[in-house]
């Protein structure tokens, strides 16, 4: 086969160059036609959009033909055309083609007919093939691209904080361990207490659950930071909007108070779909008419709207009400609890119809590290609340005075000796910050409308599953 420089078809489909020799490289879509010509689509992941790559049955032969079947992968050069076609605007007549590697559709478990999501979960390996998954991680490229343009221009340093740590920054017991003891043979001291003395850090390491405590501390020097990195829970909940392992966006700036913080959250959010609007209007054309007929409404929605800002207290009141008039929950509504997701969607979804940035939460269910407001029952705690999702963002103020974090940190038990570090901040040169985190899965969600978070991450991590 003549060897031409390789065209990708996101440009190939874009050129006018009719008349010259072209070739292409991908895996074939779908192959149809009749005795005198075959049509192949051709997906080579850089685009949604197939090529069409016209056979002349008489040049190649019906058992040259035979393996050219879904996934398989060719190499094929050939004349650009004008298509005649409707719905493209190229197509390629073939000149000569290769076969790369075949994909017996006796044993491929992809074919052209559409699979559910859930099966396409059990062969994560090659769902990025579909139509659905490229669109999802092209998506997500963008979306990671955006995000660091965002901090970028605003003059925030992207800051690397440790994925190994000692420390529970969320205080929630979350944490997967990390050791390299023999877990057969594990020494213990008289009190049955494991021995970590011998373990590779010498103490008890974990996979962190946040790299915001890191991420003050670079704030206290720099000004400006944001984070963005793989962050690791064991939590138990197998929800569609959970996973073990997930990436977090974590900006933290020094001198923001947390009205400077809820502007900050907002106008990132918005400039992340702005983005995806602007860059990736095909794929979430196609995730719209597949999945959500109301994908791209539900974007430009949330572009023009100002976010609710509310305090918890009033959060609670409006559930109460609607509770008095008949509205039902599956879990109780009082001052104090947890707000579960349920309840967050109906603020947004249905009271407020609009994002709410719902703000001083009680201190009993928050983090250790928040800001105490006068009140001496309340955090200045925000979670930005998001339809179909609940949260997407959470964060705080944060408390810069060392009595009132220390003191904090012993009643919700966390050791002032596994943060002396993190005190030291408040100890040398403390100034007034802030920060919150992104579940940069809970922002794929809304941007691409898939409803499950397995579904917008490559290798989903969940309990009991961590096939690949
Ligand atoms: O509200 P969270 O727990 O806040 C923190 O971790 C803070 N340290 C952030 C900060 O202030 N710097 O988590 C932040 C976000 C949540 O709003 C949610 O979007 C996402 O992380 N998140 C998860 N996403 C997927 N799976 C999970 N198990 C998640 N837990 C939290
Ligand atoms: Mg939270």
Redesign the pocket.
């Known amino acids: 086969m003549e060897t031409i420089t390789r065209t990708k078809i996101v440009e190939v489909l874009k050129s006018k160059a009719f008349g010259t020799t072209v070739n292409v490289k991908g895996w074939v879509r779908t192959r149809r036609g009749n005795k005198n010509v075959n049509f192949i689509a051709l997906n080579d992941g850089s685009t949604i959009n197939n090529v069409q790559i016209v056979v002349e049955m008489e040049k190649f032969g019906e058992d040259f033909l035979k393996p050219i079947t879904t996934d398989a992968c060719i190499s094929v050069n050939g004349v650009l055309v004008e298509s005649q076609g409707k719905g493209q605007t190229v197509e390629i007549q073939a000149t000569e083609i290769e076969i790369y590697g075949e994909a017996d559709p006796a044993t491929y478990p992809l074919q052209k007919k559409g699979h559910s999501l859930e099966f396409l979960r059990e062969i994560a390996h090659l769902r990025p093939r579909t139509n659905t998954f490229g669109a999802v991680f092209r998506i997500r490229h963008h979306m990671a691209m955006a995000i660091h343009r965002f901090f970028h221009e605003r003059g925030f340093f992207y800051f690397h904080t440790p994925i190994i740590t000692a420390s529970d ?2 205080g929630a017991g979350q944490m997967f361990q990390v050791t390299t003891m023999n877990l057969y043979d594990l020494k213990k001291d008289e009190n049955g207490s494991i021995l970590y003395d011998n373990d590779f850090f010498g103490r008890q390491a974990s996979l962190t ?4 405590l890191e ?1 003050e501390l670079a704030a206290m020097a720099l000004g400006a930071i944001y984070t963005f990195g793989p ?1 690791f ?1 064991a ?1 138990n ?1 197998n929800t569609p ?4 392992e ?1 990436w ?1 966006i ?3 700036v020094a001198f923001y108070e947390i009205e400077d913080n809820m502007q900050l959250a907002e106008d990132f959010i918005k400039y992340c779909v702005q983005w995806a609007l602007d860059n990736c209007m095909e794929d979430i054309q196609f995730l719209n008419d597949m999945f959500d007929k109301e994908l791209i409404e539900r974007l430009n929605f949330v572009l023009k709207q100002n976010f609710i800002r509310l305090a918890y207290t009033d959060g609670i009141r409006i559930l109460e009400e609607a509770v008095a008039n008949g509205r039902k929950f599956e879990f109780p509504i009082f001052w104090g609890a947890d707000l579960a997701s349920e309840h967050e969607r109906y603020l947004v979804e249905e009271h407020f119809k609009c994002p709410v940035i719902l703000t001083d939460y009680p201190k009993e269910i928050k ?1 250790f590290y928040m800001k105490q407001n006068e009140d001496g029952k309340t955090v200045r705690a925000m ?2 609340l998001f339809p179909k999702i609940g ?6 103020q944060r408390e810069e005075n060392l009595e009132k974090l220390s003191r904090r940190a012993d009643e919700m038990g966390v050791p002032q000796k596994d943060i002396w570090w993190y005190l030291d901040t408040r100890r040398f040169g403390t100034a007034p910050h802030s ?5 940069f ?3 794929l969600l809304f941007v691409t409308g898939m409803a499950n ?1 397995r579904d917008v991450i490559p290798f989903p991590r969940t309990p009991r599953n961590a096939e690949f």
Do not use: K, N, W, Y
């Open positions: 920054c969320e659950v946040s790299g915001q991420g962050t829970r939590e909940s909007r959970h996973l073990a997930f977090m974590e900006p933290e983090s979670d930005v949260e997407i963002i959470g964060g705080s920060g919150f985190g992104l579940g899965e809970r922002l978070i």
